[in-house]
């Protein structure tokens, strides 16, 4: 699912990788199997522009191609901007997830739920 989401929305990629880092754990095994499972949509997104754009994984790059280095969107809706207001508005989109998304990684997936989580299972 983890993979699936990251090749939907690439801009989640951050958000993407601490959670496989907190599922995933110590395990060598929970790594190969993470890793492969997440590998698979990525894998099939790129066939899918390799056939239908002519490159594999167009998409992924000439979004950022056009973001960043045009200072447009590809769709031209949007007014052209520097890019690294593109960098800033993703981090400050980020920003008030952050020690949440840190406290989870800390936490690791072995601790037991908040009290208050239990109550509705």
């Known amino acids: 699912m983890l993979g699936l989401s990251f090749a939907l929305r690439e801009p989640l990629a951050p958000a993407i990788a601490i959670i496989g880092?907190?599922?995933?754990?110590?395990?060598?095994?929970g790594w190969v199997l993470?890793?492969?499972a997440a590998s698979l949509p990525v894998f099939l997104v790129g066939g899918l522009d390799w056939l239908s754009?002519?490159?594999?994984?167009r998409?992924?790059?000439l979004n950022i191609a056009l973001n960043l280095a045009?200072?447009?969107s590809a769709s031209g809706l949007f007014t052209p901007s520097?890019?690294?207001l593109y960098?800033?508005?993703?981090?400050?989109?980020?920003?008030w997830a952050l020690p949440l998304l840190l406290w989870l990684a800390w936490r690791g997936p072995g601790s037991p739920p908040p009290r208050a989580w239990r109550r509705w299972h």
């Open 21 to 29: 880092i907190a599922l995933c754990g110590q395990s060598l095994n």
């Open 34 to 36: 993470g890793l492969g």
């Open 53 to 57: 754009w002519g490159q594999p994984f």
């Open 59 to 61: 998409s992924f790059w």
């Open 70 to 72: 045009l200072g447009r």
């Open 82 to 84: 520097p890019p690294l």
């Open 87 to 95: 960098i800033a508005g993703l981090g400050l989109d980020w920003l």
